[in-house]
């Protein structure tokens, strides 16, 4: 990977991905190595790599604390990447590196951040990174740049995703087709956005290309030195390219908070099990049963979203005439969510479990899995600290009678 340059390229061949899940691969043969902590502004490329090239382990920078020019809203981003070690490093075939960035939101009054956006390998790119820019002069929008690339190969592209406080969506304008549209199509440039116009619009700056092999394979450059222009963009993806006022000059906003902020239990309360004892997240905790925290940590490692995925299609359904794990006869039970820090296609991925006690010692004696997608529901397995020495059964008979595909 190039160190900071984003390529813009329409030849087919070398497109950066070819759908929303192109490049995430099964990491269920490796070990997910823990992070690195660190705090920098600077969180673009943030990978498992140092500059000579050599692999280092997983990262996680997290920025300075942005805060509104009324003081109202605050934000920080997390870049995570993760390192994995393969078990069997001449059969792996997948990813030895995976980021994930989030951006994290808290409102006047609030003394906890919320997740408020996240992009990771399932729903954008193996490599890929946020970056605070700016917010606007109202503090009602928030300016980060987006930068995406694939691991193990060349290109690749920045542009920028803007937080809208009163929906709490991020709008994702199209700045390759606004380039385009205003430069002509082929054409590649070095983008990076700047910040804020005094009425919400968003300056960036378009610079020529600068991959030389690019260049000598016959792309163009959209233009012949640095320019500044304005996107004016909504809600969707449709944006479009403006002249710039004379004599712009970009305004700064927010300002960066001195003290560094703290990682943000994230709220992942499961949508249909109750109970007083909710496994905290993320885990932070070894795999096991001696706590909430262990179960959705074991459990996480012993079924990977790529295999959650393959289990649950329409037929696999969980039919209703045969009976969930029981909780009634037990003193106390807990529950947990899986992968909440993850964009997954499910609604929730939640665990129960009976726990039993016995001279104070608590243990778990049973739990549930299930997948949640509006109505649908699919029950992953009912499992034990016995059971678990199988591994689990990804892809089971859907004409089985505790599947609606039986029918």
Known sequence: MKPLVQVVLSVPA?????????????????????????????TQYVSCWNKKNKLTGSRLVRTPVLISPDGSHRAYVEVEATAFQPKDVATYIGNLCENTSRLFFAKNGETTFK??????????????????????SDGMHLLMERTQWKYESEGDYTDFVVFNVASGTVARPNLEAAIAARYGKDCGSENS????????????????????????????????????????FGSGATATIEEPPPNLSVVRYGRFAESVPKPQSMN??????????????????????????????????RWPLAD????????????????????????????????????TGFDSIEWYATIEIRHTKHSLHEYSLGVIRGKDFWLLEIGSPTSVQQPPNIEPDFRKPYFVGHK
């Open 14 to 42: 070398l497109l950066l991905v070819s759908g929303p899940y192109a490049n995430h691969q099964d990491q269920s043969d490796a070990i997910r190595l823990k992070p690195a902590v660190s705090c920098s502004k600077q």
């Open 115 to 136: 997740l408020a956006f996240t992009q990771s390998p399932e729903n954008f790119s193996d490599g890929n990174s946020l970056t605070l820019v700016d917010w606007s």
């Open 268 to 301: 992942c309360v499961p949508m249909l099990s109750r109970s007083p004892i909710v496994a905290k997240y993320p885990p932070n905790a070894k795999p096991g049963f001696n706590s909430p925290e262990e179960v959705t940590s074991f459990l996480e490692k």
């Open 308 to 343: 959650i995925k393959r289990y649950a299609i329409p037929e696999r359904r969980h039919n209703d005439e045969y009976q969930n794990l029981v909780i009634v006869g037990f003193p106390e039970t807990w529950t947990g969510r899986l992968y909440c820090d993850k964009s």
């Open 193 to 232: 956005a700047t910040g804020f116009t005094s009425d919400g619009k968003v300056v960036v700056a378009i610079a020529p290309l600068a991959d030389d092999v690019a260049l000598m394979n016959g792309a163009k450059t959209c233009v012949k030195k640095k320019t500044l222009v304005v996107v004016n």
